[in-house]
């Protein structure tokens, strides 16, 4: 796998996902670390939708802790049922958030996110081993086709661990 991704200049959003998930694929063809693969998925969807923060959140001794991430320093341990993070993994089900201050309890790590996507991420066993959270800086990007895809991606995860 050549470590560039090709996306086609002014593909929509549906269309940018289908070009990249076998890339995403092929990237962690082949690589058993975890961490490394995470570091790669983060790097790849931060530099292909742009924005504010990606990045996991695994489960480690019953806590979320912070884990591979492209964007802007944030929270470190977050406890289940909190915040998006904890109530997309206490819940096992993809939470799409517009807006933020409309989330009760919602965890500001950096106060210009506005809105955000979490998804789980399960093992084979179909228990939740992390989450993938999507963040904005804007009220207009996030919406279904994102969480339709971040959970195929969240799938590829599965297959890898
Ligand atoms: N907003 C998240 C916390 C993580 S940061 O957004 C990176 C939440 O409410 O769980």
């Given at each position: 796998m050549s470590e560039e991704l090709f996306i086609a200049a002014g593909a929509g959003?549906?269309?940018t996902y289908e070009s990249l998930i076998p890339?995403?694929?092929a990237l962690m063809e082949g690589e058993t670390d975890?961490?490394?693969n995470l570091a790669n998925l983060s790097a790849a969807l931060h530099d292909t939708f742009g924005w504010w923060w990606v990045g996991f959140y695994w489960v480690k001794n019953n806590?979320?802790?912070l884990s591979p991430f492209q964007g802007p320093i944030a929270c470190t341990r977050i406890k289940l049922g909190k915040g998006v993070c904890g109530t997309a993994w206490k819940e096992a089900k993809s939470?799409?958030?517009p807006d933020v201050n409309a989330f009760p309890g919602h965890i500001a790590c950096s106060g210009s996110s506005v809105?955000?996507?979490?998804v789980p991420v399960f093992d084979k066993q179909d228990q939740v081993v992390g989450?993938?959270?999507?963040d904005s800086e804007r009220y207009d990007v996030l919406d279904e086709t994102d969480v339709f895809y971040l959970e195929?991606?969240?799938q590829l995860i599965t297959e890898i661990i």
């Open positions: 959003k549906k269309e890339q995403l694929a975890l961490t490394a806590e979320l802790v939470q799409l958030v809105s955000e996507i979490v989450v993938l959270d999507v195929r991606i969240s």
